[in-house]
């Protein structure tokens, strides 16, 4: 079991920049990538960003440039660092933990934290 704790949410103005983080516990070395998500009221989750167990990333075309990826192996958490941001980056974002036991692949959810992006 791997358990994921997001924090850093809130609301910002247009051009303003915040910090997500998320701290995972329980079977870490199973973990082979992170990644970041998010929903936006009537629209489907999708892909803001992964970071993979070898360090490689990858992020959805509307965030290239402005979002960052990074993590913190000692503390095992991931963060994502959000510039520019803009009213589409609205959302509930949600982290994402991929742990492979052998052939069995088991995605793991945070809780949520809502980034909400207004004047």
């Known amino acids: 079991q791997v358990q994921l704790v997001e924090s850093g949410g809130g609301l910002v103005q247009p051009g303003g920049s915040l910090r997500l983080s998320c701290a995972a516990s329980g079977s870490i070395v199973s973990i082979i990538a992170m990644g970041w998500y998010r929903q936006a009221p009537g629209k489907q989750r999708e892909l803001v960003a992964v970071?993979?167990?070898?360090?490689?990333?990858n992020y959805a075309d509307s965030v290239k440039g402005r979002f960052t990826i990074s993590r913190d192996n000692a503390k095992n958490t991931v963060y994502l660092q959000m510039n520019s941001l803009k009213t589409d980056d609205t959302a509930v974002y949600y982290c994402?933990?991929?742990?492979?036991?052998?052939?069995?692949?088991?995605?793991?959810w945070g809780q949520g934290t809502q980034v909400t992006v207004s004047s």
């Open positions: 970071i993979a167990s070898g360090g490689s990333t």
């Open positions: 994402n933990a991929v742990s492979q036991r052998g052939i069995r692949v088991t995605d793991y």
